[in-house]
């Protein structure tokens, strides 16, 4: 009996043990999401939309200016949200078609930048060529090129006081013959003479002049970005005009839209009659 005792002490000493440890480890942090949440993880969910949904949308807010689907923002309760920064504005202007105006759903990417060396000096021009032409191959390209259909808004996340033009009259055009419509960034663009000879809608905080090898990397695609202090999500409706930007959360798109064209018909019945009684011909902000 005194062995079975010892045995049944030490069993019960060693199962309390066991209980202490885990109550103690448990109490010290471990948690069993710790591995995954270490890896990386996302809590933003990426909703895909199809080509038909996303040209329904755009239907829907054919014709809208930022003013009136800032109107209808406040209508379904979004006061003062998706209004980016007035600093994002546009690259050059049409006071007369209002080319530079755009409505695009949202392709997003994130540029970072890097923490990789940039090539010496004293290279040749082919080994410089070849370094370059390396990084954009491997860290700082363009992943998001196959999601850019008819319609598309690129929105991208780029280090706000990064002197890099991650778009220039190159690649704007390229995105355009994908069917892009507009390019709305952070930071800055290059080629600026060009990019306003070429009418592509571009929205910016600033000029900037250099390349992207040695200065910046591809983060990812299609998440949840931060462009003008606001939030843009992927499928969300990008309005772009004179007035800056205005992003449209995708869940209350046509509800804004519904009442923005509201506004947008009581302005121009209002300002035809001031036209008349003035003696101005109608231009297209009244037709």
């Known amino acids: 009996m005194l062995i079975s005792k010892t045995s049944h002490f030490l069993l019960t000493f060693a199962v309390l043990t066991a209980c202490a440890v885990g109550a103690f480890a448990q109490a010290a942090g471990a948690d069993p999401k710790e591995a995954e949440y270490r890896a990386g993880k996302s809590f933003i969910e990426t909703h895909v939309y199809s080509a038909e949904d996303d040209q329904k949308v755009l239907n829907a807010f054919a014709g809208l200016r930022v003013a009136d689907v800032t109107d209808g923002m406040d209508f379904v309760g979004l006061q003062n949200i998706g209004l980016m920064d007035p600093e994002i504005h546009p690259l050059w202007t049409d006071p007369k078609n209002y080319t530079h105006r755009f409505i695009g759903i949202a392709v997003t990417v994130r540029y970072v930048p890097t923490q990789h ?48 033009g991650s778009i220039g009259s190159n690649n704007i055009m390229s995105f355009k013959l994908a069917g892009a419509v507009g390019v709305v960034t952070g930071g800055t663009a290059r080629d600026t003479d060009e990019v306003t000879t070429e009418r592509m809608p571009l929205y910016l905080r600033r000029v900037g002049r250099g390349i992207r090898p040695g200065r910046n990397e591809v983060e990812s695609i299609n998440r949840p970005v931060v462009v003008g202090g606001v939030l843009v999500n992927a499928g969300d409706v990008i309005v772009a005009d004179g007035d800056g930007v205005v992003v449209v959360p995708r869940e209350v798109a046509l509800k804004v839209a519904e009442y923005a064209h509201k506004i947008l018909d009581g302005d121009k019945t209002g300002r035809r009659a001031l036209y008349k009684k003035l003696g101005l011909p109608n231009d297209a902000s009244v037709k």
């Not at 191959?137 to 319609?151: H, K, N, Q, T, V």
């Open 117 to 164: 060396s940039a090539a010496g000096g004293g290279r040749t021009y082919e080994d410089f060529r070849k370094w370059e032409g390396k990084w954009y191959d491997e860290r700082s390209f363009e992943p998001f090129g196959p999601l850019i259909r008819p319609g598309t808004a690129i929105v991208i996340d780029e280090a706000p006081n990064a002197d890099v």
